[in-house]
């Protein structure tokens, strides 16, 4: 069984698949692993520490020959995988939504694509699940990135010279990331609150010590849909919401987004007239800018300056702390294969529930219902 790890080609990505620890642990297995030279280096690991593994370091060519399985952060273009056995696997990030080219092209070249991001939100998959893993780390580096715009303090200080007021960071969108977000703010010193579409999402708002902020006068919208995931609201709910927002963001010194609905773009939350009442010297963070953005005139990379407020975002925010999360995303890889290796076969073997759900291609063709509904 022999296990192959590309370098990252796509922009600015900094992260990698694999790390000496995961390398390590698949080579007790029993597995062969091989790594492309200078793969970890953005995420400050050396060729060196991965030789000191016993892993192979080469030239990706030689990488991919023979390879059973590839594991990557966003899945490697078809053309570098031309080496590796009929039907290898390729564990990863496919973006399948919008990226049909891609998977389609895995398809035909008849390899077998395994999305991480279709990792069912089950209890025992929470080791595996890629997108928890890399929003945290999103969620904690949005309020370091806005803290460091914003031209203030974040925690109250009361000084010889008078007294700074506290922050007041608003959060929307209480997943991993805002989650995060919300406790990284608090223990920065911040007066927190925070929304979501998704009611029960209030109590664990209070219990980060942060004040949610829900639409209460309609009644019977809820917008949990399968698996844990925010659903798009309806027309009502988004009116009552854009009022409260409103009224709410007009105090407000930071802003974080972090609203994403799988294959789909990302729900605007902040709309221009909203940003023109808040306080000139704000700042907005938005996490979802890759995906559109929630806030209206945001650009991914860029300080785009209006009305007085700084808005940010990175196209790939976990990759801003690369060594922490290639080193998260290597586990869920590691805890994804080894959970289903069979010892006898040398290999793991995927069982129904798991595998069906993250399976795009297999056989020559796209075979994930995910899919076939778009």
């Known amino acids: ?30 597995a062969d692993v091989a790594v492309e030279e200078g793969a970890g280096v953005s995420a400050s690991i050396t060729d060196e520490a991965y030789r000191d593994a016993g892993a192979e370091v080469a030239a ?19 053309a570098l995988l031309a080496g590796a056995k009929p039907g290898a696997w390729v ?14 092209a895995y ?31 999103a969620g904690y580096k949005a309020v370091l990135a806005a ?50 579409v998704r009611s029960a999402t209030k109590e664990q708002i209070q219990s980060l010590g942060a004040k949610p902020v829900f639409v209460e006068e309609v009644a019977g919208i809820e917008g949990e849909g399968s698996g844990g995931y925010a659903t798009e ?15 709410h963001i007009a105090k407000q010194d930071i802003v974080i987004t972090t609203a994403l609905i799988p294959g789909r773009d990302a729900p605007r939350l902040i709309s221009d007239a909203q940003i023109a009442s808040m306080k000139p010297g704000s700042v907005i963070f938005d996490l979802a ?3 559109g953005g929630n ?29 922490d999360a290639s080193a998260l995303f290597a586990r869920n890889l590691y805890n994804f294969l080894s959970a289903f290796w069979d010892s006898e076969a040398g290999k793991p073997v995927l069982d129904e529930e798991i595998g069906d759900a993250v399976r795009l291609t297999q056989g020559g063709k796209v075979v994930n219902e995910r899919l076939s509904t778009q």
């Open 1 to 30: 069984m022999r296990i192959a790890v590309l370098a990252e080609r796509g922009a600015g990505e900094s992260r990698v698949a694999l790390t000496p620890e995961t390398a390590k642990k698949f080579i007790a297995l029993g």
């Open 60 to 78: 990706a060519a030689k990488v991919v020959e023979g390879a059973d399985i590839v594991l990557g952060v966003q899945a490697p273009d078809v």
């Open 91 to 104: 564990a990863a990030t496919f973006d399948p939504f919008r990226e049909k080219a891609r998977v389609e």
């Open 107 to 137: 398809a035909k070249e008849g390899l077998e694509a395994l999305s991480m991001e279709f990792m069912p939100r089950i209890t025992r998959a929470q080791s595996m699940d890629v997108l928890s893993s890399q929003s945290n780390l």
């Open 147 to 196: 803290a460091n715009v914003y031209g203030r303090a974040f925690p109250m200080m009361m000084t010889a010279a008078g007294t700074v007021q506290a922050a007041k960071v608003f959060v929307m969108g209480v997943g991993v990331a805002g989650l995060q977000a919300i406790a990284t703010a608090k223990r920065l010193g911040a007066q927190v609150s925070a929304t979501d």
């Open 233 to 247: 609201m309806s027309e009502e709910y988004q009116q009552a919401q854009a009022k409260l927002v409103s009224e």
């Open 289 to 291: 800018v890759a995906q």
């Open 295 to 323: 806030v209206e005139g945001s650009q991914p990379d860029q300080t785009v300056e209006k009305h007085g407020v700084q808005i940010i975002g990175y196209s790939n925010t976990a990759g801003h702390l690369a060594a």
